[in-house]
């Protein structure tokens, strides 16, 4: 545990930790986003917090978790005083790795790393991405998904017929939909 100058990173990770809950991790979301890890490394000149171990940031009815969270904050202008540093903005962007998983009440996501960028409110996934939304299933190894309207797009690292490493998706059909054919 560390505990050295404790009060100068309380007073960071408050300012840092203030600014994300203007994200939207979660779809339509103005809920908190509440951040949890085993350890919190704050630099303020930078503007940045790094989450690390078991790194969870929580809105709403969606999760983000990974092995590392960082938090990249807009730089400001300089404060003076005894507490001087950098006046840290709104979240630019959050970096996430190691096993990383986005996970909603109607879908789960997993890749190796992830960046959600706050202006355009996307969540890019890569390295062996796996989104499965009941049993429907897809993989590639990047997905680009837009946690405001839900609309998201996945790429795989090869092309043409038969070529391994294709997106690949196996969807089931709808019992209702199936029934209702049927009539």
Known sequence: MRTKLIFPIVAAALTLAAAPATAQLARNSDAPIDMTADELEVTNNACTAIWRGNAEALQGDSRLRAQVLRIFNAKGAATGGA????????????????????????????????????????????????????????????????????????????????????????????????DQARR
């Open 83 to 178: 507490q001087a540093g950098a006046n840290c903005g709104e979240l630019e962007r959050l970096e996430a790795e190691g096993q990383v998983y986005y996970v909603t009440p109607n879908q789960r996501v997993r890749a190796n790393n992830g960046v959600y960028v706050a202006a355009t409110e996307t969540l890019t996934m890569t390295g062996d991405v796996v989104a499965v939304q009941g049993q429907n299933v897809l993989r590639g190894t990047k997905m680009v998904f837009n946690t405001r309207t839900g609309e998201g797009n996945m790429v795989g690292q090869a092309s043409g017929k038969n070529a391994q490493g294709r997106v690949r998706g196996v969807f089931y059909p709808s019992k209702k939909t199936n």
